[in-house]
């Protein structure tokens, strides 16, 4: 069982001097879930090497099991330092992909030529293609053999505009996923804020947030099993 993790290689958090890049904890649960599943696990950014990691989320009011974890794990920590660069990816070699939120995909793998690429021959080969929290950003550009877009009369979910509101970067981010999703013809569905919450749509899997990494990766396993 291969799996791709797909991360950010964006740091800028809009027109803020601010900081951004990939949630650390949608990036460790799953990548350990897949770890003790005995995945073969491979890691890919735009830019290849270290991703940037977004500093609030490594501050101590977010870490959980899996952050600390991954904090004594020098093997791991190096093969996040070394991502192969997404160009480099090729679709046909992996079983499924998922890509961790955080703000900085809404900037560089929405609009990755490379990322729209292996969604769209993952996703038509049947392969589990999964996103959480802002990573359904991914989807903004994707489309079906037939044009339409790959979220559309799909069952969805992400980082929801209320959560957006919640943490005050509506009017940072370029755009709410929410409403990208829902104007892409997306089934939207969301929990509470901040509360668990997945869709499984035949092989598109997306979680609402942090707290719905967990309950993807299972997903995931679950399809590649």
Known sequence: MKILIVLTSHEQLGSTNQKTGFWLEEFTTPYYIFKDANAE???ASPAGGQPPLDPISDTA???TDSTRRFKT???SQAVLANTIRLAEVHAQDYDAVFYPGG???LW?????ENSIQLIEAMYAAG??????????CVFRHTKNLDGSCIVQGKGVTCFTNSEEAAVQLTEIVPYLVEDMLCDQGGIFTSADDFAEHFVVDGNLITGQNPAS???VARAILSQCN
């Open 41 to 43: 696990i491979t890691l």
């Open 61 to 63: 009011e977010y870490q």
């Open 73 to 75: 794990d020098e093997e």
């Open 103 to 105: 703000h900085g995909p």
């Open 108 to 112: 560089d793998l929405a609009e990755d």
């Open 127 to 136: 392969k589990p293609v999964s996103a959480v929290c802002h990573g359904p």
């Open 213 to 215: 990494s967990a309950a």
